[in-house]
């Protein structure tokens, strides 16, 4: 054992030689961690190094690499890796990141449960004697949403910060947004994270229509765009417009202003139990034809069930099955295949995505059903997937913030997710903040005006002089605007292995400067190499 | 042709001739292009309690606490006559009245959208968007970005934390910074320089550079503007000192603002000529007669819009505030305007007038009335104002 160690060990002392020049804080524990990490794996794997493709290709199947992923990525390879990837449903959070999850009331109170405490708070305002009680039952309403709102935010950002499923959760956050809902729209934030965990996170990796027919069902989307408005009689066309505009075709694919009213037809009836007597939802009452899952409900009596025509076929109006007949006329549709793909490419792989990936990702959409594990397989190995014009893909801000967490925390806990809410409201992307349905966009010119830039590189400052509440129990916070508080040590393996050796000579010019470890964290964070997923 | 055209076609010619780029530099900007801020009081301000219907009985009988007196001349919190119909809240009596006397205010009442969904962010995103009341085919432009895009020579800038929606989309870059404190940057030169550094020969190297510089350069400029402008003027807090800020900009740098004000959502005690509102309104009003201070002679070449998502229901609720309403009225001021007038279409106010016997009716879009507006000011032709605003009639209210 001894005799491997110490070559390892020499090799150690002569990476750290290497580049002695530059002002660099040590950090003899994370040598020691590197040094187990290197003994706990076979020797060949951890000797291979990562080159350029290989980072390449893991910033795009990960937010940011950490040294869990690139022990995975050394032991694997990058064949072994993406099948694991696929193929491993592993949703788990390191216990703390879990605990600190599991006390969140959204997470902790079912839905109407939440609803119900928030009509109470809602009913103490119109019920409250006096303007000063009024205002007192206005000012708890408002702590208790942005308490809400928080919580709703922070749980989709650990689980991409914390998740090891890395392109899952990449791809969950990409169906969050494709399928992006406002939390500050009436109700919608009491049934966001009902959103993440039930609806999308089940389906992200399986079948495109199974996906689509579980956001219909959402008690959030059918909020958020409507269609629980949308009744016999009186019709609301918003969602099914989008549907189909926003969420599988795409805009002006040959589908018609009447395949949309049709489409609202059909989904007539799609909506959210109502609670009390008047309410479809008494148990007991329940009419033939009625479908419920949770707080959605098909109601037959408000369902128009006259024949429709849509995409060129006839419907026949039989209720329920409607519903899943036009979903899956849709999503069978090529434009459907197509458009997704795209995003998907311009999501993981540049703004302007190769139109041979495109097409093959496409193709095997259409091969599989949807299947969203299969288009991701073609996508990821494609060589094409790291073929993006130099400098690469520029992350926008949760990319960003999520992976400087990945990078600086490596694994490490938290205790404080508010930081994170924070920085994404600054940088100008608030997570279920977009309040137009068509989600944040994807590529690099909407991110990375002057005024956004200036705004990452503070945000960088405040990550990386650890001047932040990340370590602070949100509960018990002091007064102190910044407690505690020292620059994380970022000079570690992790930063020699996938960073260093592909810095431009400009980046280390500039970190040669830095004069203190904040300010070498804070260049760090905000270089191009740390900003672009490259190609 | 006048001037104003004249120096436009001169710009188009001298950018369509790459051979005379340094007049090209020079007429990228004519000297005497007018300046545009857009100032949005987000949250829905009650403009029954700014321009008073004092000519209406109903008016009195729907704010039994919160109306403004009739105009009388022995009460000084009653409110200043404008003319038999219309009065303005007296807390604006010293920042805003002196601008009507001079008629360089005029007011656009039963204004706004055709957004009822009275939702705050739906209908401020509406407005932001400036897209056709049919439906959107774009989410991603707001009006003054295509505005800018058609403007190529008036420098815009946004005095906000970040981008709004107004100016998203524009497919340049458009400055954001915000000046409700003098902008600091978390950078001193030296990191500064360094930061740029890492970005030269990339694709981000310009933003890059003008994002750090512009805090130090404007908190410089404004140092400069305290010096010259310290003797008697007296420090007004709020949103003087930072409409100060922002005149400064407008005077040298840029051509197109926006600023938003928020704090208007008064369900609650929102009060007469005291409280909650009037401090709003006279912080807004005192704000605005800085802005014309600091400008000086180029207060004639400004044009300043003040609107909001909605106005408030016409009835006080029984928390002594108003709730979310429907039509608003729109602001128009500068040292050219021409004000002294409640301007657009009309309609007395009485119960039968309003909108679901809840709020003003729109009778003028804001899309037309400001369409309008542009026209005048930087000669925009039709199809231009078409891109701005898809769909709109410019409705020519002769307001410059």
Known sequence: MMARVRPLLSRFKALLMHGTASLRPTAPWSCLAWLLLMVALPATAAERPLNKDDMAWLQRATFGVDSATVASYRQLGRVGYLNQQLAVRDDHLPAPIQALIDGYDVIRTPPLELLATYREKRKQIGQSPGNTASVAARKELGAFRRKLYTQDASVPLLHAIYGSDQLKEQVVWFWLNHFSIYARKGGVRLVTVDYVEHTIRPHAMGKFSELVLASLQSPAMLQYLDNAKNVKGKTNENYARELMELHTLGVDQGYTQQDVQQLALILTGVGIIRQGPKGAGRRGHQPEGMVRHGVFVFNPRLHDFSYKQFLGHIIKGSGYAEIEQAVDLITRQPACAQFVSKQLAQYFVADKPPQALVTAMARTFLRTDGDITAVLRTMFESPLVIQDKPPGKFKDPAQFVISSMRFVQDGKPIANAQPLVKWLNDLGQPVFGRITPDGWPLDAASWSGSGQMTKRFDVAGEIGSGRNRLFVDPDVAGKSRFPGGAAPDLDTPLYRTTLEPFLSASTRSALEKARSRSEWNTFLLSSPEFNYRWR | ?400
Not at chain 2, 56 to 71: H, M, N, V, W
Not at chain 2, 205 to 217: E, R, V
Request: aromatic residues 8%; glycine residues 10%.
């Open chain 2, 1 to 400: 042709m006048d001037r104003r055209q004249f120096l436009l076609a001169a710009a188009s010619a001298a950018a369509a001739l790459p051979a005379l780029s340094f007049s090209g530099k020079l007429f990228a900007m004519p000297v005497n292009a007018p300046r545009f801020l857009l100032v949005f009081l987000r949250g829905g301000y009650d403009c029954n309690n700014l321009l008073v219907p004092h000519g209406s009985d109903f008016y009195y009988e729907s704010r039994p606490t919160l109306a403004i007196a009739r105009p009388d001349p022995s009460n000084l919190d009653s409110a200043m006559p404008l003319d038999a119909q219309w009065g303005l809240n007296p807390v604006v009596r010293d920042s805003l009245y002196p601008f009507w006397q001079r008629k360089q205010l005029a007011f656009v009442p039963f204004a706004g959208t055709s957004d009822l969904s009275r939702s705050h962010f739906e209908t401020q995103d509406h407005i932001e968007s400036g897209q056709s009341d049919e439906h959107r085919s774009n989410y991603r432009t707001g009006f003054l970005a295509r505005l800018s895009g058609s403007l190529p020579g008036l420098p815009p800038i946004s005095v906000t934390k970040s981008l709004p929606m107004s100016f998203q989309g524009a497919g340049r870059d458009i400055p954001n910074i915000s000046l409700t404190r003098d902008p600091k940057s978390r950078f001193d030169a030296r990191q500064s320089a360094i930061l740029s550094s890492m970005y030269q020969g990339l694709p981000l190297a310009k933003a890059t550079a003008d994002g750090l510089a512009l805090p130090a350069s404007i908190s410089a400029d404004l140092r400069d503007k305290m010096l010259h402008a310290s003797r008697g003027a007296q420090s007004a807090g709020g949103f003087a000192s930072e409409t100060r800020r922002i005149a400064r900009l407008m005077r040298d740098r840029y051509r197109l603002g926006f600023v938003d004000v928020g704090g208007w959502d008064t369900h609650v005690n929102q009060g007469s000529t005291k409280g909650g509102l009037a401090n709003n309104l006279r912080s807004l009003g005192e704000g605005l007669a800085a802005y014309d201070d600091a400008l000086g002679d180029q207060w004639n070449n400004t044009v300043v819009v003040v609107l909001s998502e909605f106005g408030r229901t016409f009835r006080e609720n029984g928390d002594k505030g108003t709730d979310h309403g429907h039509g608003t009225v729109h602001w128009v001021l500068g040292g050219k305007v021409n004000g002294g007038r409640i301007a657009g279409e009309q309609v007395a106010v009485k119960q039968t007038s309003l909108l679901q016997d809840r709020d003003y009716p729109v009778l003028n879009n804001y899309r037309d009335t400001l369409g309008g507006l542009y026209k005048r000011m930087w000669s925009l032709p039709d199809s231009k104002l078409q891109e701005v605003f898809p769909g709109a009639e410019a409705k020519d209210l002769q307001l410059v």
